[in-house]
């Protein structure tokens, strides 16, 4: 099984039904497991260089986009979920939590999730207490008001 099998089934009832944003996807791991049990999937990242092929053919929608710029309108996702990418996008993280913000429904989720070295340092040097292990998974949970 995946690691972001494991994550999905871990957070399924936060996920199930759902309409999920994914934040710099780059491979869209995390996307292609989620769309099993998620009402939609979208994904985004700067570049599609990396983008797992299987995206497409699992329904999960792809958009080259800057995550600090978003282009969706206001509260469109459940939940948007920035999972091992935080190292590349931490420098401008006040801008793109703000945005995911936005783009999220009201006592919507956002998931910062890191099981690399890189993301789980910076974790939680920015987030202190706020992240949490649950398994192998270092998590960031941030509920919108």
């Known amino acids: 099984m ?3 099998d494991i994550f999905v089934n871990m957070f ?5 039904n ?3 944003l994914e934040v710099a996807c780059g491979t869209a791991d995390f996307s292609i497991s989620a769309i099993r049990i998620a009402n ?3 994904c985004i990242d700067l570049d599609d260089n990396r983008l797992n092929n299987l995206a497409e053919q699992n329904n999960v929608t792809f958009q080259i986009m800057d995550a600090a710029k978003m282009s969706y309108p206001d509260n469109t996702f459940d939940v948007v979920v920035i999972y091992n990418s935080f190292f590349h996008i ?10 995911c913000k936005r783009v999220l429904k009201s006592k919507g ?3 910062v999730v ?4 890189l993301d789980t340092n910076l974790m939680v040097e920015i ?3 706020n992240a949490f292990w649950q398994d192998d998974f270092l998590v960031v949970k941030i509920v919108n008001i």
Not at 114 to 117: I, L
């Open 2 to 4: 995946k690691k972001t």
């Open 12 to 16: 399924a009832s936060d996920i199930e």
């Open 18 to 20: 759902k309409d999920i």
């Open 40 to 42: 939609s999937v979208s």
């Open 90 to 99: 931490h420098t401008q993280w006040n801008e793109i939590e703000k945005e």
């Open 109 to 111: 989720t956002i998931y």
């Open 114 to 117: 890191g099981t690399w070295k």
């Open 127 to 129: 987030f202190g207490d």
